[in-house]
């Protein structure tokens, strides 16, 4: 389980490469501005590096989805 102190390894890795965790004791209540809510005390240190990967990947897919769908919709 994870400790305070893996839980901000975790946040500081991730903000090397831009990405913004916030939170609050051993939650985790923002990914990039997305309000979240995550108990670090329930997931293993690797496991938890894979959810906030998925979100990053959900933020991703909506951010390009609403791209292409205001792209077409300057076309038309």
Known sequence: MLNEQKL???VATFAKYQVEIKTDGMRI???NGQRAFFD???FMQDQL???ICRVLANQLIHEVWVSERD???DAN
Do not use: C, F, P
């Open 8 to 10: 901000q390894a975790i």
């Open 29 to 31: 209540v923002a990914i």
């Open 40 to 42: 670090a005390t329930t």
């Open 49 to 51: 590096i894979e959810m």
């Open 71 to 73: 792209s077409n919709g």
